[in-house]
């Protein structure tokens, strides 16, 4: 049996399902806007018990990567971000996310080989081109003296 490609196209377009932008949109929104308003309130928590503003905000980043690696490790953050999609992504919690998620998919392989193995499958080149492009740009400001 032979398929134009028009027909393929009908057939294909039937069997996808819609797009629903404004929803997507409004869902990314309310969990990405809520997972930064956590971190606010964290800050607000951790200066009024005494620390100071600089010292919050790097607890904040500890606190925003272990919540988001304990709801990966639970399946927690998988669910959410199912419904959230690209709300989910904030920097911090989705690069924690990146790391845990392969290292529990692989768990079963070991500790070394399963976990450690394919823990940075997915944030490994983020984390080299990273690592990379801030020695090449050091070492350009520190030739060129820029700074």
């Known amino acids: 049996m032979t398929i134009s490609k028009n027909e393929y196209k ?11 932008y404004g929803k997507n949109m409004f869902f990314a929104f309310v969990v990405g806007g809520g ?11 951790y200066v009024r018990y005494g620390l100071e503003l600089k010292d919050a ?3 904040v980043s500890i606190s925003l990567i272990a919540l988001s690696a304990l709801l990966t490790a639970l399946k927690i953050y998988d669910n959410l ?9 904030v920097p911090i919690t989705g690069f924690a996310n990146s790391i845990v998620a392969p290292a529990m998919e692989f768990k079963s392989e070991g500790y070394v080989i399963g976990m450690g193995g394919k823990m940075f499958v997915i944030a490994g080149p983020v984390l080299v081109y990273g690592i990379a492009a801030s020695i090449l740009y050091g070492l350009i400001i520190w030739f060129f003296h820029l700074y």
């Open 35 to 45: 997972i930064c308003a956590l971190g606010q309130a964290l800050a607000n928590l």
């Open 81 to 89: 971000a199912k419904h959230a999609g690209a709300g989910t992504l």
């Open 10 to 20: 009908k057939m294909a377009d039937k069997a996808s399902p819609g797009t629903t």
């Open 57 to 59: 905000r790097a607890w």
